[in-house]
């Protein structure tokens, strides 16, 4: 079972709820609105104990208004198939940029741009 985690991450955006709905229905993550007077989301790529700590290997991370233009993320987030994964890119609205490409012995991975021109990228191992 792949969770679809990164190590850390945090993805700006000019339309936080846009990205919100893609990436929830892209990964399946949790995305919720931070409690407080900050415009911050936290978004849970695998699930978390009562004191929000990961329950099994991952990363959980967040999402906030862009700071600045050139305020872009690259996350490298696993998943089972790049193949699949890159045509519901597609589907949703992003564009895959750096198609599917061998590591050998290690992995499959393909860049890619979320609607509001994220990079970050896919990665399917090859054990």
């Given at each position: 079972m792949v969770d679809h985690t990164i190590a850390h991450f945090e993805i700006p955006a000019n339309d936080v709820e846009q990205l919100r709905?893609?990436?929830?229905?892209?990964?399946?993550?949790?995305?919720?609105?931070?409690?407080?007077?900050?415009?911050?989301?936290?978004?849970?790529?695998?699930?978390?104990?009562e004191k929000g700590e990961p329950i099994r290997p991952g990363v959980n991370g967040g999402m906030m208004k862009k700071q600045n233009p050139q305020h872009k993320p690259t996350n490298y987030?696993?998943?089972e198939s790049v193949d699949e994964y890159a045509k519901k890119i597609e589907d949703l609205g992003g564009k895959v940029v750096v198609p599917k490409t061998r590591v050998p012995g290690i992995c499959w991975w393909a860049l890619a741009v979320d609607p509001e021109g994220n990079q970050f990228a896919i990665m399917e191992s090859i054990t």
């Open positions: 709905k893609f990436y929830t229905e892209l990964f399946g993550w949790k995305i919720e609105r931070w409690p407080g007077p900050s415009e911050y989301w936290t978004i849970s790529t695998v699930p978390v104990d987030i696993l998943v």
